[in-house]
C-alpha cells in the first residue's frame, strides 16, 4: 500500500498525585512498557523517561519530549490516583488522539504503602475531560494489568491511526453528483468540523488534464503492470492505455494539489458525460488507486469516500464502496444459503458496484464494460469495470455521513460475504449480516442512509465505533444491527 495513512507513534506518558509514591507509577510505567513491547513490539510505543508528571511544570515537559520523539498519538496512563488538572491538561494541548487507562492494584499483600487508587482517579480524570471539552479514548474497562493496558493501547493503534488521518486529510472531488443521485449530495460543513479539507473541481479541469497527458512516456509502463495484475482476465487490452493514462492524471493531480496535506482520497466522477467523453469508464482505476491505499470512490460520493479512508486507517487494508444492492432471489437462497449457513433470508443481500473493487478482494477477476451503461451507449465507450465475486471472509459495513441538516450520522455492522456465486455482473458479493432486514428498516432507512456503503474487509467495528465517538458523532447517532430481542425505537412492537 501506498503512504496514504499515518504511522501510529504513541508516547506513554505516566502520571502522579504527589501525595502517593512516585515510585508507583514509575514501576508500573516500566512495567507497560515491557508487557507492551513483549507481545507487540516496539515500534507503536514511545515511553516518556523525562518525569513522572505531577504538576503543571512537568506537563509541558512531558509535551516537549514526546513531541521530539515523533508521536502523533499520547497515552495518559494513571499509574496511581494522578493529579487531575494536569494529567486532562495533557491532553488539551497534545496536538493529536489521546487515550487514558490506569493501573490495577497488584496484590493483596501490597495494600498499605502500595496502593494506588487509580480505580478513583479515572472517575476523576473523565470528569475533568468533560469539564474542559477535551476528547479522549476511554477503553471499555480502563482499569488493569500491565497486560491488558498493553492490550487497551494496542486496540488504541487503529483508532489514533484514524483519528490523526482526518486532520491531516484532503478530499479532492471531481464534478456535481450525477442526477438523480441526491442521496450523495450531503453539506460538507461537517467536514470541516472533522479538520477534513476538500478541494472540488469540474469534470472539464478534469478533462483537461487528462488530455495533458496524451502520450506520456509512462502509459507502457502502467499498462505492462495492468496486464501482470489482470493475467487471463485482461479481456479488453484495448482500453488499457487510456485507463493507464487516466491513472497517472489522478496520481499527478494527487502530488500538484495535496498541499500541506500528508494524506488524499478522490470522489470521483464516472458518469453520464464521462463516458462519452473519455471514452472509457474509470472503474478499474479506481479499484486499483483504491488497493494502493488512496480510496476513490464513484459518482462523487464525498462521504463515502471519507468512510473509504476511515476503514483505510483502522483496517490497514483495501476497501471498496458498494451499493446496498439487492435482494438474494429466494431460489438461490433455498439452493445455496438455507441449511448451510446460520441466517436468514433477510439476513442476506447482494453488495455491488460497477467494478471498483481492487483485485485482491475478488475471487476471480476480468476486465469487462459497464452492462448498465451499455444498454443505452456504444459497448466500447463503457468498458473499464473490474468484475468479478467478492471473495468469502469477513467485512464490515459501515458508513458516516451528514444529514441534510449538518447532523453528523454514522452506522457499522459486521458481518460476511458468503461462498455463493452471485451470478450477475460487476464487482458484486452475497453479503450476510445478522438482523440485517430490521437494520435496513429501522437504521439504513430510518435515518435516511444513502445506498453506497463503505466495505472493510475484516471485523473493524469495535475500532469504527470508537472512531465515530471520538470525532464528535453522537452515540445516538451511531447505528448498529440491534440482535433480535432487542427492539428498535422505530420498530413495531406489535
Known amino acids: 500500500m501506498m503512504n496514504n495513512t499515518p504511522t501510529v507513534k504513541i508516547g506513554i506518558v505516566a502520571v502522579s498525585r504527589d501525595c502517593f509514591p512516585e515510585s508507583l507509577s514509575v514501576n508500573r510505567r516500566k512495567a507497560l512498557v515491557a508487557a507492551y513491547e513483549k507481545k507487540y513490539g516496539k515500534e507503536d510505543i514511545y515511553e516518556c523517561p523525562v518525569c513522572i508528571v505531577e504538576s503543571e511544570i512537568h506537563m509541558v515537559q512531558a509535551l516537549e519530549d514526546v513531541k521530539k520523539a515523533g508521536c502523533n498519538a499520547l ?31 497488584e496484590s493483596q499483600a501490597d495494600l498499605m504503602d502500595g496502593r494506588g487508587d487509580a480505580y478513583c482517579g479515572m472517575l476523576n480524570a ?48 471531481f464534478g456535481p453528483r450525477p442526477l438523480n443521485f441526491l442521496a450523495c449530495n450531503a453539506p460538507i460543513k461537517q467536514l470541516y468540523n472533522l479538520g477534513v479539507e476538500i478541494e472540488e473541481n469540474s469534470e472539464l479541469d478534469l478533462f483537461e488534464a487528462y488530455h495533458k497527458h496524451d502520450n506520456d512516456p509512462r502509459i507502457p509502463e502502467v499498462v505492462a503492470d495492468m496486464e501482470k495484475e489482470l493475467g487471463a482476465g485482461n479481456k479488453k487490452s484495448e482500453v488499457l492505455p487510456k485507463l493507464a493514462q487516466y491513472e497517472l492524471t489522478l496520481l499527478d493531480w494527487v502530488e500538484a494539489h495535496k498541499g500541506y496535506r500528508k494524506y488524499v482520497a478522490i470522489a470521483g466522477k464516472c458518469w453520464p458525460a464521462f463516458q ?21 470512490s464513484c459518482e462523487v460520493d464525498i462521504y463515502g469516500v471519507l468512510s473509504e479512508f476511515i476503514g483505510t486507517c483502522v483496517s490497514q487494508d483495501a476497501v471498496t464502496l458498494l451499493d446496498i444492492n439487492n435482494s438474494v432471489p429466494a431460489d438461490m437462497y433455498h439452493e445455496a444459503i438455507e441449511g448451510k449457513f446460520d ?20 475471487a476471480a477477476c476480468e476486465m469487462k464494460n459497464q452492462k448498465i451503461m451499455a444498454r443505452s ?31 453528523l450520522r454514522a452506522y457499522v455492522a459486521e458481518g460476511e460475504v458468503l461462498p455463493v456465486a452471485t451470478k450477475s455482473f460487476g464487482s458484486i458479493g452475497v453479503f450476510a449480516i445478522k438482523e440485517m432486514g430490521r437494520f435496513y428498516r429501522h437504521v439504513l432507512i430510518e435515518k435516511n442512509y444513502p445506498h ?9 467495528g469495535k475500532a469504527l465505533y470508537e472512531v465515530f465517538k471520538y470525532i464528535g458523532i453522537l452515540p445516538e447517532e451511531i447505528g448498529y444491527n440491534q440482535p433480535a430481542h432487542a427492539k428498535y425505537p422505530t420498530e413495531n412492537p406489535f
Open 75 to 105: 497515552c495518559v496512563y494513571l499509574g496511581n490516583f494522578g493529579p487531575e488538572i494536569s494529567e486532562t491538561l495533557l491532553a488539551k494541548h497534545f496536538d493529536g488522539p489521546v487515550m487514558f487507562c490506569a493501573a490495577a492494584e
Open 126 to 173: 473523565s470528569y475533568n475531560l468533560k469539564l474542559r471539552n477535551i476528547k479522549a479514548y476511554i477503553p471499555e474497562y480502563p482499569v488493569g494489568t500491565a497486560e491488558e493496558c498493553a492490550d487497551m493501547i494496542r486496540e488504541f493503534v487503529p483508532i489514533a491511526c484514524a483519528v490523526d488521518g482526518l486532520k491531516n486529510l484532503k478530499i479532492i472531488s
Open 276 to 296: 462519452t467523453q473519455f471514452g472509457f469508464v474509470p472503474c478499474y482505476v479506481n479499484s486499483r488507486l483504491t488497493g494502493r491505499g488512496i480510496p476513490v
Open 343 to 362: 441466517y436468514t433470508h433477510k439476513d442476506t443481500f447482494m453488495g455491488f458496484h460497477c467494478g471498483n473493487t481492487c483485485s485482491s478482494k475478488l
Open 377 to 407: 451507449l456504444p459497448e466500447e465507450v463503457t468498458n473499464g469495470t473490474l468484475e468479478g465475486d467478492i471473495a468469502p471472509g469477513e467485512i464490515t459495513f459501515f458508513r458516516v455521513q451528514s444529514t441534510a441538516d449538518n447532523i
Open 452 to 460: 453506497h456503503g463503505a466495505v472493510a474487509f475484516g471485523h473493524h
